[in-house]
């Protein structure tokens, strides 16, 4: 049985979220602590960073998948 610690788990996280870096998809983790402390607030955080994330993305130079469409 493989025994499931902080740090391994937190080492797959880093790998994982490196791998979603690179392919162009931003990670942001939420502890499930401050969700069920505030949801309310947690989910006006989560809304405030898309507005941002989205203004950013509107602002940035284009990129060769936003030039048109796929080709065939």
């Keep these: 049985m ?3 610690t902080l740090a391994i788990v937190s080492a797959h996280d880093e ?3 490196q791998w979603f870096m690179e392919q162009g ?3 942001q983790r939420i502890n499930a602590v401050d969700l069920l402390a505030d949801v309310d607030e947690t989910a006006g955080g989560v809304i405030n960073l898309v507005i941002e994330r989205w203004q950013a993305l509107q ?3 284009p990129t060769v998948a936003s030039d048109g469409p796929p080709s065939p």
């Design 2 to 4: 493989v025994k499931f």
């Design 59 to 61: 602002e940035a130079p």
């Design 25 to 27: 998809i931003y990670i």
């Design 15 to 17: 790998k994982r979220d």
